[in-house]
């Protein structure tokens, strides 16, 4: 008898269990209704798009991630005029760098976030 008891109480507590899980995935779902959308960070946009052109050597002019010599006067001109440059593109003094790196259909947080990792791979 205290055997069957104990039995249900394990089945009723993993059934308890996964209706929390199921409720709070429901919950951050409805909270987040953007999240259908996968969002990708700094580091996977890098390596999706940005690396093509910013891969060691850096192709077309484009400053090498990791390069602090070649970062490093352009990080001087404050983050607001990297990610302006970054989300709408821009013509310098070694190249093009197109808009977006030419991924338009990715969002502003994803590209800056794109910025901020490379920044981040060029600050000591
Ligand atoms: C087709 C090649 C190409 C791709 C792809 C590309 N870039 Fe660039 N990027 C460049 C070039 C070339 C420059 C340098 C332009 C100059 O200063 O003359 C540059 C410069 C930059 C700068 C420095 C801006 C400044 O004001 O000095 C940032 C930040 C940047 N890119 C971010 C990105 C991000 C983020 C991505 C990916 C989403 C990306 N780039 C993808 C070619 C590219």
Redesign the pocket.
């Known amino acids: 008898m205290l055997v069957v008891v104990a039995i249900a109480g394990v089945a009723v507590g993993q059934a308890a269990l996964a209706e929390s899980d199921d409720t709070a995935a429901s919950a951050s779902r409805l909270s987040k209704p953007e999240a259908a959308t996968a969002t990708l960070d700094g580091q996977q946009?890098?390596n999706n798009?940005?690396i093509?052109?910013?891969h060691p050597p850096g192709?077309?002019?484009?400053?090498a991630i990791g390069d602090r010599d070649a970062w490093a006067p352009?990080i001087a001109?404050g983050m607001e005029?990297?990610?302006d440059?970054?989300l709408r593109g821009?013509?310098?003094?070694?190249?093009?760098?197109?808009r977006?790196?030419?991924?338009l259909d990715?969002s502003d947080e994803e590209?800056i976030g794109?910025?901020e990792y490379?920044?981040e791979q060029a600050t000591p």
């Open positions: 946009v890098y798009v940005c093509a052109c910013h192709i077309g002019g484009a400053p352009r001109q005029t990297l990610i440059h970054a821009y013509s310098g003094s070694t190249g093009i760098m197109p977006k790196g030419g991924r990715l590209i794109a910025v490379m920044v």
